[in-house]
């Protein structure tokens, strides 16, 4: 009997994307190592019945201990990587520092290609396995206020696609997921970021951002076409079960309609439409 396939799934802590992948592909058979940053999630995802390791993506000992434990559990074997772990750091570009871009690109863009550095070696020696990295619908489209989360999910969308070709020939697979709006603590989770680093009272765009605020704040009913986890999951079952994955896969309506817009419109034309866009 062959041994399930290993997948690791980065930021698994809360209700959201990873989460419900993780929980999703145990469901259907797979061997799923959860990784939170906080040891609590751990051992809450543990209680759960996942199997879960402490990995904080802004931290290159935690990243290498995280690996070297997985290895060892499985007896050298990772099948699958989902890049899932990132959050959104909120807020005008000139209101942003320069730690503040460092802070946003060592989880979303840095530690997410040393994790995946680390794992490519692996899946080279067995001669496959499935990367999938978790982009955005703002890896190719731009938002006010987004800046460093834009900056940070292009410049993953790049080195993706290189890596892509870098790949080719070694078995390995590369796929990115694109979501529109998805439900999560994403939305929250930047409010909190944005109340702890950026200076409203200092900055030109204090009137945009009280309407920033009412957006973040938000706990109402979801925005139009916003859709659960679970489109995102159904989209990771295909990137790693189908026999020639999809380069990329958007999620929701916003994410092809952007993408096709992008297609047709001048840059002046979709700046008018995306200005539009809280």
Known sequence: ????????????????????????????????????????????????????VQLDLADSDSINRAVDHILELTSG???????????????????LTRDLLRFQFETNLFGT?????????????????????????LGYVTLRFRGAYNASKFALEGLTD??????????????????GPISSRFRSNGF?????????????????????ERRLANQGPPTPFTLPPEAVLKRVIHAIESKRAKV??????????????????????????LLKVE
């Open 162 to 179: 290189t890596m892509r070709l870098e790949l080719q020939g070694s078995g390995i697979q590369v796929s990115l997921i694109e979501p």
């Open 192 to 212: 909190e970021l944005y109340k702890k680093n950026i200076d409203k009272e200092q900055s030109h765009f204090k009137d945009l951002y009280e309407v920033t």
């Open 1 to 52: 009997m062959s041994q399930p396939k290993v997948v690791i799934v980065t930021g698994s802590s809360h209700g959201g994307i990873g989460y419900c992948v993780a929980h999703g592909l145990k469901q259907r058979g797979y061997r799923v190592f959860a990784t939170a940053r906080k040891a609590e999630d751990v051992e809450r995802l543990k209680d759960e019945g996942l199997e879960s």
């Open 248 to 273: 990329r896969y958007p999620v929701t309506i916003p994410a092809y309609l952007f993408a096709w817009l992008k297609r047709i419109l001048s840059s002046r034309r979709l700046d008018a439409l």
């Open 113 to 137: 290609q040393e994790l995946t550095n680390r794992v490519i070696p692996v899946m080279r020696k067995q001669g496959q396995g499935r990367i999938i990295q978790n982009s955005s619908l």
């Open 77 to 95: 074997r990772i099948d699958v990587l989902f890049n899932n772990g990132a959050f959104g750091q909120p807020g005008a570009v000139e209101d």
